[in-house]
């Protein structure tokens, strides 16, 4: 029987964050992003400003919430 991708992974010897660890960023991102927009007067100010905010660390978080 061939070894599941999450198997390979475990095997390899890097991490695979749980399902609820995700979830968790994902939430916790997205009210970031809320708290940002709507605490601007301008909407569309304030989702600049999150693009703005959202530098080299904010995308290598990304990445490790898309990790297997």
């Known amino acids: 029987m061939l070894?599941?991708?999450l198997t390979?992974?475990?095997a390899s010897g890097l991490y695979?964050?749980?399902l609820w660890?995700?979830?968790l960023a994902w939430?916790?991102?997205g009210a970031w992003v809320l708290m940002?927009?709507?605490s601007h007067k301008n909407p569309k100010a304030g989702f600049v400003k999150f693009l703005r905010?959202?530098?080299f660390r904010?995308?290598?978080f990304l990445a490790l919430a898309f990790w297997p």
Do not use: E, K, Q, Y
Request: proline fraction near 12%.
């Open 58 to 60: 904010g995308r290598a």
């Open 3 to 5: 070894p599941s991708g």
């Open 16 to 18: 695979a964050p749980p």
């Open 21 to 23: 660890a995700m979830l």
């Open 27 to 29: 939430a916790v991102g």
């Open 36 to 38: 940002i927009w709507l």
């Open 8 to 10: 390979l992974v475990h």
């Open 53 to 55: 905010a959202f530098n």
